[in-house]
């Protein structure tokens, strides 16, 4: 009788890890039997449910349904709540995704029981440990038995960190993800006709991170920078801005402001359509930096540091802090120099993953 297949459980919890594990779930369902397990971090349905109906995700064996909450509160419950699914799962390895808390708290729940771990998107560092996501991914990193690293520049941090085993170079699993679509989003209506605005002629925004829309300084500098736009922008609005917009009264600022369109937030081929029409996208989403240099879009990103420096070496993408007062004239005047490389690698990055694992497993 063959033996039965290895068991690999992937932890997923918030919008970008959902798109990774379109192209991740596929190579791995190819070798192993998968559990996938959604923390429940984002829950509405515009931030979980469109992406696995639209993509046709396989259904995740469990929800956790942790929700929001301050940082501890949110982790330690996805830490009970993930040891409880990894003892009664019994998988060969745990596989965690990027830098949100649902990364950490499945880094941390693995490596306590014992059961090996592998971070996708390992040595990514934005250099700034004040962000919740830079913690998260050291903590992933240094507990991880495998990491695999999209970039060059991220086999380099690790070493810096005295990281240098199990380490593989694979490529971008966001790249696989982009390619693995490509003839959906041919298809469908571009999104940017839907909001009545014409290609190469909008701006697009998106902001969600602590440091700027918790802060109503911050927000208010991105607000500002987008209401001073000539150009149409449309703003698909992260939950947790809507909630810091209303709290601090800046909704009615973006209200006045002609030329912006705030919408709910999108999908990931709408988000993709928009990005790909637009003329330049302001940002402070690690994910979207990215997408933007692999679709050939400009990006201004409201912040001080990047995780994707490789971006802004190539001249495609801009550091610009939204306090700094200059994020509006960015969006205006910023053009991309210079030619893009493969830094993401070549559209295979999950394949490798699945057969980096078969091989740690002893399957291959
Ligand atoms: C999280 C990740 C970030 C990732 C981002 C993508 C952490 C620390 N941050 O940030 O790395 O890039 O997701 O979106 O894990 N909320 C809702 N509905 C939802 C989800 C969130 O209303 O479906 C609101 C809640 O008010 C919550 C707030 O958003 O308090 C923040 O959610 P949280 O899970 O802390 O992180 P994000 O800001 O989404």
Redesign the pocket.
């Known amino acids: 009788m063959p033996n039965a297949p290895k068991r690999v459980l992937t932890v997923v919890g ?3 890890q959902f798109v990774k594990l379109l192209p991740l779930s596929r190579a791995l369902r190819r070798r192993f039997h998968e559990a996938i397990v959604h923390t429940g ?4 349905d515009e ?2 449910r469109v992406f696995f109906e639209e993509l046709s995700l396989p259904e995740p064996s469990r929800h956790l349904g942790v929700g ?2 301050p ?1 501890g509160a ?1 982790t330690g419950l996805m830490l009970t709540r993930l040891e409880e699914a990894i003892v009664e799962e019994k998988p060969d390895v745990v596989i965690v995704l ?5 990364t950490l708290a499945g880094a941390l729940a693995a490596s306590k029981l014992g059961v090996p771990l592998a971070h996708v998107e390992a040595g990514v560092r934005g250099h700034n440990r004040r962000e ?2 830079e913690q ?1 991914r050291i903590v992933a990193d240094h507990l991880s038995d495998l990491l695999f690293v999209p970039t060059a520049d991220g086999v380099a941090e690790l070493k810096r960190e005295g990281i240098t085993r199990g380490v593989h170079r694979v490529g971008d699993v966001m790249l696989d993800a982009i390619e693995l679509v490509e003839d959906a989003l041919r298809s469908r209506t571009p999104a940017f006709e839907r909001f009545g605005v014409e290609s190469g002629r909008y701006a697009l925004a998106t902001f ?3 440091a700027n829309v918790d802060d109503p300084v911050m927000l208010e500098g991105l607000i500002a920078a987008l209401a001073e736009s000539e150009e149409p922008v449309i703003f698909p609005v ?3 801005t809507r ?1 810091r917009l209303a709290a601090s009264g800046l909704d009615a600022r973006l209200k006045e402001a002609p030329r912006v369109r705030a919408i709910e937030p999108v999908g990931y081929l709408d988000m993709l359509s928009l990005v790909r029409g637009a003329r330049v996208v302001v940002t402070d ?3 979207l930096q990215k997408e933007c240099y692999l679709l050939g879009v400009p990006c201004v990103t409201a912040d001080r540091q990047t995780a994707w420096a490789e971006t802004v070496r190539d001249g495609w993408n801009v550091l610009v802090p939204p306090e700094s007062g200059r994020l509006g004239e960015a969006i205006r005047t910023f053009r991309p120099r210079g030619a893009r490389g493969r830094h993401y690698g070549d559209g295979r990055a999950s394949e490798r993953i699945a057969e980096i694992l078969a091989r740690f497993l002893g399957e291959a």
């Open positions: 918030a919008r970008p971090q984002h829950y509405d931030m979980s929001s909450g940082h949110q990027g830098d949100t808390n649902s919740p996501e998260n969600h991170r602590a992260h939950p947790r909630a989403s690690g994910g």
